[in-house]
């Protein structure tokens, strides 16, 4: 009886200290982001607060101005961000409408469809792909996609920036997030219970059948918490989109072959020369790319929420 009440005693204290160390991690992990994010908030609002002197002359950025504002940087203290929130949300809705669907059906094709080689195959190849470092993704796009397109512009007639455009960064954002989606919809479609696929087998549905109306459904949940995924990274991107956008100072813009701007690209670009108000300035940008991807993760959450709800 006596063993029984230490051990007892001793699986207590081993869970009281499971309990406080990874009560201690996360507490830690949570305090850098509040940190992190109280910091980029403190200096975002400072160009807001705070008189600057450019070439001789004392210049504050307006708030109203900042967040209305169709051009960027065609003043001593004229920032305008708008229309970089706009054309960062067109890119990605652009590569979300390529990328969702290759990767949903990607992720079938592996789990349902292909033989057991090369479904490991091809699991691997897209494992390696989402690993692949934003910098190759970003030369790829500048060498090659941008090549490409700059050479189908002026066989239709149309004047390109080197080939940097929209439609560059979308094809090179697409590929970026695609290997995330696929993962993701690949674990969840091997979640499907076996027993709902047999039983749409059994009632005389197809493979392909249940493959779209029991598989798929079945993991909408999970591929949407995919899709959630890769739409923070191609919000978050930088260095890839930085090479391949052009960088234009107005906006918004929304033909495939001009040149565009993104929330990220405006952080990046020049970070490291700027000083001063041109400094502290994309600090701002920083914080409305926070808000952006903080709202963004709401409402795909709600709609997630909403979609595993359907059908049950």
Known sequence: MDGLEKNIKHKKITDLISKIAFLTITTICASVIVVIVAIIAIRGFTPFFTDYVVDGETVR???????????WERGSADYGVLFIFIDTLYITFLSLLISVPISILT?????????KWLSNILNVSVELLSSVPSIIFGLFGAGIIAVIIRDIGSLIGIQTAGGLSILT?????SMMIMPTITMVSVTSLKAVKPELINGS???????TQTDFKICLTSAKSGIMGGVILGVGRAL???TAVTMVCGNIDVGPTFG???TTRTLTSTMLSGFHEASGVTYDIRFSVGVVLIILILVTNIILNFVKKRIGKMGN
């Not at 960064?169 to 954002?173: A, D, G, M, R, Y």
């Open 61 to 71: 950025v307006n708030f109203f101005d900042f967040l209305t504002g169709l051009s």
């Open 107 to 115: 992720a079938l094709f592996i789990v349902r469809i292909a033989p």
């Open 169 to 173: 960064t979308v094809i090179v954002l």
């Open 201 to 207: 087998l059994a009632l005389g549905a197809s493979k």
């Open 236 to 238: 978050g991107e930088a």
């Open 256 to 258: 495939l072959f001009e």
